[in-house]
């Protein structure tokens, strides 16, 4: 019965590496400082199809899902959510943002769907700035 159970969970979860989304923006911040990683936000809006693409195919790439969650502290937030940061403001959806923990841009934001060899590009990008920005 456990070999089953155990066949079922692997089959199912795909051994997927696991992206945490943080839905605050200032915890995820804290969270960048601890673990002295970059943070990577998505502005998205649960009623745009290009958004739940986006979120659901090209940030669920294996490659760029093992990017996130080991590398970077993600953090998503609703187009309407009043109490976002002013800095975190697109009239275009989704959009992604690169942030230091210190909620500095570490590159400019990139508006719209992108494919995920393109974004995995940007991230390994993101990473080497990070390092001669914040690491010493």
Same mark, same amino acid.
């Given at each position: 019965?456990?070999? $089953?159970? @155990? &066949?079922?969970? $692997?089959? /199912?979860?795909?051994?997927?590496?696991? $992206?945490?989304?943080?839905? %605050?923006? +200032?915890? #995820?911040?804290?969270? #960048?400082?601890?673990?002295? =990683?970059?943070?990577?936000?998505?502005?998205?809006?649960?009623?745009?199809?290009?958004?739940?693409? !986006?979120?659901?195919? /090209? @940030?669920?790439?294996?490659?760029?899902?093992?990017?996130?969650? +080991? +590398?970077?502290?993600?953090? /998503?937030?609703?187009?309407?959510?009043?109490?976002?940061? %002013?800095?975190?403001?697109?009239? /275009?959806?989704?959009?992604? !943002? &690169?942030?230091?923990?210190?909620?500095?841009?570490?590159? =400019?934001?990139? $508006?719209?769907?992108? *494919?995920? *060899? *393109?974004? #995995?590009? %940007?991230?390994?990008?993101?990473?080497?700035?990070? =390092?001669?920005?914040?690491?010493?």
């Amino acid at each position: 019965m456990f070999r $089953i159970l @155990l &066949f079922f969970v $692997i089959v /199912t979860t795909g051994w997927s590496e696991s $992206i945490r989304w943080y839905h %605050d923006y +200032h915890q #995820a911040l804290e969270e #960048a400082k601890q673990q002295n =990683k970059p943070v990577y936000l998505l502005l998205k809006s649960d009623h745009c199809p290009w958004c739940v693409k !986006f979120k659901n195919e /090209t @940030l669920m790439d294996p490659s760029v899902e093992k990017l996130l969650s +080991h +590398h970077f502290i993600t953090v /998503t937030i609703d187009w309407k959510d009043k109490n976002r940061p %002013d800095t975190i403001r697109s009239g /275009t959806v989704p959009t992604s !943002f &690169f942030l230091g923990p210190d909620g500095r841009f570490i590159i =400019k934001p990139e $508006i719209g769907f992108w *494919e995920s *060899e *393109e974004i #995995a590009s %940007d991230l390994r990008y993101v990473l080497k700035k990070f =390092k001669k920005r914040y690491i010493r």
